[in-house]
């Protein structure tokens, strides 16, 4: 078996040598170098145009197979035009053509493979159009029909036309187009272009390996000395539809791969269907600088000084033409990038960006550029932002971001210290410190987001805060935490409507000091919100909310203020119409205060607030409660007061009812907490004295006018006070305001003293005539301690002090008086009644002056069994009606008048044991005191008519009655 | 007994003739008087009866209106109507007693005031009051 294979093997290869050696003399006896020259003269006789070189023609199988192949050695076009750099177009050393040789034979060279060595070629362009490379004749087609021999040889030309492949090694291919002002260059490259056809489809593909490249346009150097390689693999569908899948294109490292499809009903009617996908490798932008041409380098921001990898993806589809361009989906990726911008004071370490966008050439509102993701990272600060822009297009000078509505969408995380930067300045030293972390995002146009015109916006922030710390000159401030959500949005249609801003916050704590000013507030709480109306877009809805768990404020180490939990709640509606300020804001505010304290050196006691709470609004203020501790008092004040806004407006009354409550009043001690320092003492003095210098400008002083339409009713209860070092109990009254009227109405209270219940009434019928009244009873009260009480009853009952012991004391008067308060005598009425049981009369100086003209005797007792005087006052004058005392066994009258310049005009009468009479005239630095005739004998001790009232007794009994009239307290 | 009637009848002349001379008396009153030694200073006189609303304020039902005021501090037209700057007055004998009235304290707080009256004629009227002599001139009948 061995042997057959051998001797089989050996048979076969000497009838295959035997077939390669008759084939091979036959084509070198046949196809002769000569021979071959010969034709292939012809052939480019034929083709070219100009004049050109072609060496020796030679036959060879080797470097063709499985084709034969003709070998040139030396292809020459020469073409020499004015300008041209070489008037060689194409140089070919070299140049093997593989073709079917039983079709060659038959005249249609059909060239299978075709490789140019060390091909050099020239292409010139004048200034004019005219170049150097039109020096073929017309062939169009693969197909070429070639003129009909016309020499005597056998074998002619019938066509020509390329099948498989060609192989370009070339030494230099240069291209100068003047018209264009193009210079292109490519030295030491490789070119194969093949193609394949099967089941109608055509395979084509170009390689080129360039080492060198140049390029050169418009005296701009876009390329130099570059490598590049282009693999463009090509699939022929049809003649309308190349696939171009697996295309790509490196220069240096830097590499353009590209996908799609190219198609065209006709290739020159500048008419292109495409769908392409382009997509880089990663490109260092340093790396990648120096082959960006210089003035497009110049584009480049200086500012910006930053380096990274860049990666680019496009797709285009759609129709390229006249009109119309494709629409073009990009997107440019950014990895790995540091760098800075200069006019900011940042090194980024890190930079990642992802830009898309869409390009609508055809439709200006389409465009669309979208920033997926931009991150920065500088030391431990990060910003990431997205957003996206419209209304991007292109006109005349390129593509213009018309104001585009941007979106946008930033995530920071930074140090609040890189702020000082800015803050500071030479006058104002700032400095801040602490992290924020969050959210940000901002919707709107992009001139208003740039030109921070935030009522156009729509954005939203959300942030939080560590361990921020604030200091400016004098002032420092120190937050340990918190978060502050802030969000503006922009009214959807109504263009003219109020934009929706709304701000909270949430704080740990926060601390402030300015020089020796403190405060300290724990877990403030907030929101604020400002939005349009639902009935009215243009007008605005204010709501604000505050709370904290506390507060503290300290002014040094005298002023400190504490709280417990506080709660403000406002909102207000704006309307355009309202009359004033409270309608048109129409503010609601709900106020709670609770467990304050506050120590003030202006105040030697603490003021302490339990809970003050009260709500507002136009049509109803309430008081919930308002509890205040000072000192040893405490006051309560509730109630409610309603029509506010309506009064305001003049339209309704205001109508309220206050309840003013308190546990324990020691006036005693508020009186001494009113400052009274002895510097105040001295200024009071001086202004007294400088009012009564300038009277025009004291004039100029303006009353207390009642309002009018004002109803308003202050209750008051007080359990126990002190005041005047008596103790008091059951205070009440009311204090009434209504119609231009202030009504205290039989406010009254108990001490040890006496009982009393004062009224009184303050009108302001006009600025310059204000009436005031007052209706005023103590029983059971002490005289001295009355005089003490009411220093001016020893004015209106000069004798009063005099006598000691228990009295009752009634006083009604009214008077008007101007603006300036002083009283208008004219206008003076008043009536006043003391009566008393079991006085002492004190022995002063008067007295032992009327004891002695009355010749009482030294031995008489002081003790007056009762006493009953009246009292009227009318203009400047007081009058006291006869009264009559008794004493031991004395029976003594008293009546008289005085004036209120305290000149005085009385008399005494005794009238038991004996009548004698005294007058006592003058005034209380020159008193006269003198016997008389006894002249109220009739009243007190009538001989005849002894049960008739007398005139003066009746008037004595209408003011006493009177008087007694509305007296309640018993 | 003829001279017990001749007496009697001395002492009804002489009651009615007083009685007369106080009418006259009182009509002389009626007007607005100025006071001479403070002009501006005035007081009217009304012929014009208190009617008592309450029973207690019967005893005023003999008293007629009137009422005063000091152009230095108010005008007539600031008067409250039967308030402060009126008054009631009752004229006995040489007697003029005036209650004046108030704006509003305290009803019923009155404050009577008595003139001792020394010379009224149709024009002059001349009264004491605690030694001090006041005159007025009638300015309007």
Redesign the interface.
């Known amino acids: 078996m061995k042997r057959f294979f051998k001797i089989f093997g050996i048979t076969l290869g000497s009838l295959i040598g035997l077939v390669l050696v008759i084939v091979g003399l036959a084509l070198y006896v046949v196809l002769t170098p000569k021979r071959l020259t010969s034709v292939v003269h012809r052939v480019a006789d034929s083709f070219i145009t100009c004049p050109y070189e072609i060496g020796n023609v030679d036959l060879t199988i080797v470097k063709t197979f499985p084709y034969v192949g003709l070998e040139v050695q030396g292809l020459y076009v020469i073409n020499p035009i004015e300008g041209a750099p070489s008037d060689t177009v194409l140089a070919v050393p070299k140049l093997v053509v593989g073709m079917d040789i039983m079709k060659a034979l038959d005249g249609d060279i059909y060239i299978k493979t075709c490789t140019l060595e060390d091909m050099e070629a020239n292409i010139y362009i004048d200034s004019l159009g005219n170049n150097n490379f039109t020096v073929w004749a017309d062939m169009t087609t693969e197909d070429t029909e070639l003129e009909e021999d016309t020499t005597d040889s056998a074998w002619r030309l019938r066509s020509i036309g390329l099948e498989d492949a060609i192989r370009f090694s070339a030494r230099k291919l240069s291209l100068v187009d003047k018209k264009d002002s193009l210079v292109a260059g490519l030295t030491d490259c490789s070119i194969q272009l093949s193609a394949t056809e099967t089941d109608s489809l055509c395979h084509a593909k170009l390689d080129l390996d360039a080492n060198h490249v140049s390029f050169q346009m418009k005296e701009e150097q876009f390329a130099d000395n570059l490598h590049l390689r282009l693999t463009l693999p090509a699939l022929f569908r049809s003649s309308e539809h190349i696939t171009i899948d697996g295309t790509q294109i490196a220069i240096e490292e830097y590499t353009v791969n590209v996908d799609g499809y190219v198609g065209s009903s006709c290739f020159d009617s500048g008419v292109y269907n495409m769908d392409v996908t382009i997509k880089t490798n990663e490109w260092k932008i340093s790396n990648i600088w120096h082959l960006v041409p210089p003035s497009y380098q110049s584009l480049w921001p200086k500012e910006v000084d930053a380096d990274g990898h860049l990666q680019l993806l496009a797709h285009a589809i759609g129709t390229y033409d006249s009109v119309s361009m494709p629409l073009i989906d990009a997107q440019v990726l950014l990895t790995g990038a540091q760098g800075r911008y200069t006019p900011l004071p940042y090194y980024f370490d890190e930079m990642q960006a992802d830009l898309t966008a869409h390009v609508d050439l055809n439709k200006k509102a389409n465009m669309t550029a979208t920033l997926n993701n931009l991150f920065v990272q500088t030391g431990t600060n990060t910003v990431r932002l997205s957003g996206s822009a419209n209304h991007i297009f292109k006109n005349k000078d390129g593509f213009v971001i018309d104001n585009p509505a941007a979106d946008i969408k930033a995530e920071i995380n930074v140090d609040l210290a890189e702020a000082n930067r800015y803050l500071n300045s030479d006058s104002t030293p700032m400095h801040v410190s602490g992290r924020a972390k969050g959210a940000l995002t901002a919707a709107g146009r992009l001139d208003d987001i740039t030109n921070s015109r935030w009522s156009k916006l729509k954005a939203q922030a959300q942030l939080n805060l560590t361990k921020v710390d604030f200091l400016s000159d004098s002032l420092q401030a120190a937050i340990t935490g918190g978060q502050v959500n802030a969000r503006l949005d922009m009214p959807k249609d109504e263009t003219s409507a109020i934009p929706t801003i709304a701000l909270r916050f949430d704080l740990d704590d926060v601390q402030a000091s300015m020089d020796t000013l403190f405060a300290h507030v724990v877990h403030p709480i907030g929101s604020a919100t400002i939005k349009a109306t639902r009935r009215d877009p243009s007008a605005q809805r204010v709501n604000v909310a505050f709370s904290a768990e506390a507060m503290q404020a300290n002014m040094g180490d005298l002023t400190d203020i504490k709280t417990g939990n506080v709660s403000i709640e406002a909102k207000s509606r704006y309307n355009k119409e309202g009359e004033n300020i409270f309608f048109k804001w129409n503010p609601r505010l709900k106020f709670d205060l609770q467990n304050a304290t506050a120590h003030t050196p202006m105040l030697p006691v603490e003021i302490a607030v339990p809970q003050i709470r009260f709500s507002y609004s136009n049509r109803d203020f309430a008081i919930d409660t308002s509890r205040i501790v000072l000192g040893k008092s405490d006051f309560n004040l509730s109630g409610d007061i309603r029509n506010f806004g309506k009064w305001t407006q003049h339209k309704d009354t205001l109508v309220g009812v206050l309840n003013f409550t308190s546990s324990n009043t020691d006036v005693d001690e508020l009186l001494s907490l009113l400052p009274q320092s002895q510097e105040d003492t001295l200024v009071a003095n001086e202004q007294t004295e400088s009012d009564r210098q300038d009277e025009p400008d004291s004039s100029q002083a303006k009353p207390f006018i009642v309002p009018k339409m004002v109803n308003l009713t202050l209750n008051t209860r007080i359990a126990n006070a002190h005041a005047l070092d008596q103790d008091l109990k059951n205070l009440g009254g009311s204090l009434v305001m209504r119609n231009g009227e202030v009504y205290l109405d039989q406010m009254g209270f108990v001490c040890e003293a006496a009982k009393l219940q004062l ?1 009184a ?1 303050y009108k302001t ?2 600025t310059d ?1 204000i ?1 005031v ?3 005023y009873h103590m029983v059971d009260v002490d005289i001295q301690q009355l005089i003490s009480m009411i220093p001016q009853i020893d004015t209106l009952v000069p004798m009063l002090n005099s006598f000691r012991g228990k009295a009752q004391f009634h006083l ?3 008077t ?1 008086v ?1 603006e300036r308060y002083q009283l ?4 003076i ?3 006043c009644s003391i009566e008393g049981k079991d006085l002492v009369l004190l022995d002063n100086e008067t007295f032992s002056k009327i004891a002695k003209v009355l010749m009482f005797s030294k031995k008489t007792e002081n003790k007056i069994d009762s006493l009953s005087a009246q009292i ?3 203009k400047d ?1 007081i ?1 006291v009606y006869p009264f009559c005392v008794s004493m031991d066994n004395y029976l003594v009258a008293l009546g ?2 005085h004036y209120l310049d305290m000149n005085f ?1 009385y008399h005494a009468d005794l009238l038991k044991p004996l009548y004698i009479g005294v007058d006592v005239k003058g005034n209380l630095d020159d008193l006269k005191i003198a016997p008389a005739t006894c002249i109220y004998a009739q009243d007190f001790r009538p001989i005849i008519h002894k049960d008739t009232e007398t ?1 003066s007794q009746e ?1 004595r009994r ?2 006493s009655d ?2 007694k ?2 007296v309640k307290i018993k | 007994m003829k001279k017990y009637i001749f007496c009697l009848l001395g002492l009804m002349l002489a009651f009615m003739t007083s009685c007369q001379l106080e009418g006259n008396k009182e009509s002389y009153l009626y007007g607005k008087w100025e006071n001479v030694n403070k002009p501006g200073d005035y007081k009217v006189y009304e012929n014009s009866a208190v009617i008592p609303i309450h029973e207690e304020d019967s005893v005023f039902k003999t008293y007629k209106w009137g009422h005063e005021w000091d152009e230095a501090e108010r005008t007539e037209s600031q008067l409250v109507h039967q308030g402060n700057g009126w008054y009631m007055w009752k004229l006995q004998g040489n007697n003029l007693y005036e209650v004046s009235m108030t704006d509003r304290v305290w009803e019923g707080s009155l404050t009577p005031v008595t003139l001792t009256i020394s010379t009224l004629t149709s024009d002059m009227f001349i009264f004491e009051r605690h030694g001090r002599t006041y005159t007025f001139k009638k300015v309007m009948q």
């Open positions: 009224s009434i019928p006009r005539h009436y009244g007052l209706d009604a008067a009214e008007y101007n208008k005598p004219s206008t009425r008043g009536a009227t006052l009318y004058e009058t008289g008048n005009n005139k008037i209408i003011i009177n008087l009239k509305n």
